[in-house]
């Protein structure tokens, strides 16, 4: 069974004090999602990696990730990955397809590529 959407991801802090709901291994963060039928579960983010993700899982969870990086620095996630979160917060919503969806957030991952493109960001 495929991963359909990332949900969100937990820190249970930097000592590791979590169980992977997956394998029970001790970790630090656990991710939540949904799958194609609509059952639910969780992971640590090795666990995860060895379960089929659609593209939309595999963005929400970088989102995540990024976002967790990012204020922990004091910064904002660009635009395009905010509205790419957005795109998915919609599908999760059905108020988008699964294939309407995969065509936004590939629109915004070319904004973006364009943009490092542009002012030599690679």
Known sequence: ???LTVDG???YGEYGNARCPHCGALGRY???FTYED??????MAG???TIAR???AIEAQRILDKESEYSSKGWSLPSWDIKIKEIIESFKDGKLSLSQAQTFVNDQKK???DYRKRNRRW
């Open 1 to 3: 069974m495929k991963i």
């Open 9 to 11: 991801k937990e820190d």
């Open 30 to 32: 656990v991710y939540r």
């Open 38 to 43: 609509g059952s639910k579960g969780g992971a």
């Open 47 to 49: 666990c995860i990696k």
């Open 54 to 56: 659609s593209p939309l």
């Open 111 to 113: 904004k973006a590529a």
